[in-house]
């Protein structure tokens, strides 16, 4: 799945980090995954082209959120 989704997102940028999410205390994936890009542009780029649209026939939301990395720095 995390592969599925490397390969339509990284037509936006180069991407760090792809994790889908779990539901607790399970391996059933919750809907929901963090794709990580190297570039705020390329977050910018992949909400504008991928918001309520869609992956193998489910419709998808797309946000960004902003988060302090190690150190401080954004």
């Known amino acids: 799945?995390?592969?599925h989704l490397r390969e339509i997102f990284g037509v936006f940028g180069t991407i760090r980090r792809v994790e889908v999410l779990r539901r607790?205390?399970?391996?059933?994936?919750?809907?929901?995954?963090d794709i990580e890009?190297?570039?705020?542009?390329?977050?910018?780029?992949?909400e504008a082209s991928m918001d309520r649209g869609q992956i193998d026939g489910q419709h998808i939301r797309v946000h960004q959120s902003l988060f302090r990395g190690r150190?401080?720095?954004h």
């Open 71 to 73: 150190g401080g720095e």
């Open 24 to 33: 607790r205390d399970s391996v059933v994936p919750s809907g929901q995954a």
């Open 37 to 46: 890009f190297e570039r705020l542009e390329a977050a910018e780029a992949a």
């Open 1 to 3: 799945m995390e592969a």
